[in-house]
């Protein structure tokens, strides 16, 4: 499997693939809560160890000792962060905020449920992650979990365009927002630059956006176009 570097309460997240350069769901494998339990691999205690085979040549090395470990993949769509997304409005859903926090990725930027503000799709780059305000209402990037591959993120971003150079294997990268940054439509682009001021008041400045001045919905009808 490909790991993403990624945990939610100490259980990790694990990339789309654990069954070579297919899909969790390509593969058919069965998951419970977007994740599965992988079994022991071997053992680190020599007495447990199996023996090797006689005769000459390269003997096996043991593999990785340690109890079955349960691990994620795909969304858990059972647990708290998710719920707002399944239970319905009959049963206090609200489905016109911005999705909770599910995780945080090993580069320290937060994952987030579905939906962006206002029940929006969320306008991500090619890893999965983009700019624009989070269910507190401060503008930070962030990563947005999704049903279908990569599931949370495909690389660490901003992507910045190069995804592709991150990828080993089969290409689980998003098809991104057509710009080296990605920012959710509707985002002021004031507190953007205010965030990001605090490393690179420049850095805006040197690379393509996407047009985030743009409604929401104009930005989904025209990447769709684009994806046709």
């Known amino acids: 499997s490909s790991g993403i570097n990624a945990e939610y309460g100490g259980i990790s997240v694990q990339g789309p693939n654990d069954a070579g350069d297919v899909s969790i769901d390509e ?6 809560c977007g994740g599965h339990v992988t079994p022991p691999l071997g053992n680190t205690k020599s007495s447990n160890r199996p023996k090797p085979p ?4 390269p003997k096996p090395e043991p593999g990785p000792g340690g109890p079955p470990l349960y691990h994620f993949h795909k969304s858990p769509e059972c647990l708290i962060p998710f719920l707002n997304a399944s239970i319905g409005a009959e ?11 599910m995780g945080w990725a090993m580069d320290g930027f937060k994952i987030f449920s579905y939906q962006d503000v206002g ?37 660490q971003g901003p992507s910045l365009s190069n995804c592709n150079n991150t990828q080993h294997g089969t290409n ?12 959710q439509p509707g985002t002021d ?15 805006l400045d040197k690379y393509t956006t996407n ?7 104009k930005a989904i009808k025209r990447l769709f176009k684009e994806l046709i």
């Open 119 to 155: 029940g929006a799709t969320p306008i991500v780059d090619e890893c999965g992650g983009h700019f624009g305000p989070t269910d507190t209402g401060e503008i930070e990037y962030h990563y947005h979990s999704r049903a279908i591959v990569p599931y949370h993120l495909a690389c």
């Open 172 to 183: 689980y990268c998003h098809p991104g927002c057509g710009a080296d940054v990605c920012v």
């Open 54 to 57: 006689p005769g000459p040549g």
């Open 211 to 217: 047009n985030y001045k743009e409604s929401n919905f």
């Open 27 to 32: 593969a058919g494998i069965q998951l419970t």
């Open 91 to 101: 049963h206090g859903a609200k489905p016109f905020i911005h999705g909770k926090v």
């Open 189 to 203: 682009e004031g507190a953007l630059r205010e965030y990001l001021d605090q490393w690179d008041p420049t850095w």
